[in-house]
Nanobody
Framework: QVQLVESGGGLVQAGGSLRVSCAASGRTFSTYAMGWFRQAPGKEREFVAAINWSNGSTYYADSMKGRFTISRDSAKNTVYLQMNSLKPEDTAVYYC??????????????????????WGKGTLVTVSS
């Protein structure tokens, strides 16, 4: 059974940086897409970034490009989201997600909530002004 455990959230000042992590277990993830989504208070969950585990290709929501970077460490079965130049509107619970990948559907399928089959419980990131 796939388990995803996020960590690294916390309080950071606007303009600062933070890296959140997602430790994955229960599968060999070489044929998976992994992603980060976020949900701010009172808002719907939205896509942040995704990575194709096998080849490392990445995909970002337009509003995250240039500030956020997704990466993976295969030896540690861990996916990271490096967040720079943080803004108060980045305050949200950040969720890690995973799904077996169909390369023909990469990346768009995995930028949608319905495209991901496994979810972590989330880690809270709060950006103060």
């Amino acid at each position: 059974q796939v388990q995803l455990v996020e960590s690294g959230g916390g309080l950071v000042q606007a303009g600062g940086s933070l890296r959140v992590s997602c430790a994955a277990s229960g599968r060999t993830f070489s044929t998976y897409a992994m992603g980060w989504f976020r949900q701010a208070p009172g808002k719907e969950r939205e896509f942040v970034a995704a990575i194709n585990w096998s080849n490392g290709s990445t995909y970002y929501a337009d509003s995250m490009k240039g500030r956020f970077t997704i990466s993976r460490d295969s030896a540690k079965n861990t996916v990271y989201l490096q967040m720079n130049s943080l803004k108060p509107e980045d305050t949200a619970v950040y969720y890690c997600a995973a799904s077996e990948i169909d390369d023909a559907l990469w990346p768009l399928e995995y930028s949608g909530i319905s495209g991901m089959n496994y979810w972590g419980k989330g880690t809270l990131v709060t950006v103060s002004s």
